[in-house]
């Protein structure tokens, strides 16, 4: 069994006071549960808040939003693997649909950028997803399938196992529209069937594959309960500590 997996992308939202507010609610509403992982994933400049105040918590994890594949140097305004590791970091978001569109990191720097992360023993978090466009065009396979060689490749087996994918349709992020349970169980079937072809069946059982797109407390309990749907990557409902708690309640099937 897979682990579900849930995590609050706070993208550039939450001061460091903001941060200490959500996570003293977040833990009143979910306890000690640890049925599924937990990650809050603030921006840089509350990471070493939140690392602080997670310092004693078991049962929620800290993630970063980004990070640059070169170690040091002259790289004003990136973050290294090794600074966010001094910061107790254990999962970094990569190749985020807004860093692909707006920033134009592209699969091979989506690469380079996994591969500093798993040498540095982070987590990455592998975001990949079309666009309306490419949907409506009949291409989700086409798009899917060429992010996962790209943005993973060279990759073995045994370091696969240490990656979470995050399935984000891009038509789907912040715009209240989400799949529907169906459409993005057909998309996580998809990326494991490609992972098994690429490295092999047993490899791609063992991967989990978020779904990210208005997850909201009224529809995760249908998402999560599809059989390939490992967990979500949580946008503007992981502002709100009560109704990220409420995600994490049902995927935990309560």
Known sequence: MRKKIIAANWKMNMTCGEAAGFIETLLREIGQDDKVDVVLIPPFTAIA?????????????????????????????????????????????????ERRTIF??????????TRAALDSTLKPIVCIGETLAERDGGKVEEVLGRQIRGSLAGLSAKELTEIVLAYEPVWAIGTGRTATPAQAQDAH???????????DAPTAEKIRIQYGGSVKPENAASLMGQPDIDGALVGGAALDPRAFAQIIKHSAGQ
């Open 104 to 113: 134009g990191e592209s699969d091979e720097v989506v690469n380079r950028k």
């Open 49 to 97: 808040k939140v690392s602080e105040l997670l310092s004693n918590v078991q049962n929620v994890k800290l993630g970063a939003q980004n990070m640059y594949f070169e170690k040091s140097g002259a790289f004003t305004g990136e973050i290294s693997a090794a600074m966010l590791r001094e910061l107790f970091v254990r999962y970094v978001v990569l190749g985020h649909s």
């Open 189 to 199: 079937a998809f990326i494991r069937k490609t992972l098994a072809q690429v490295w």
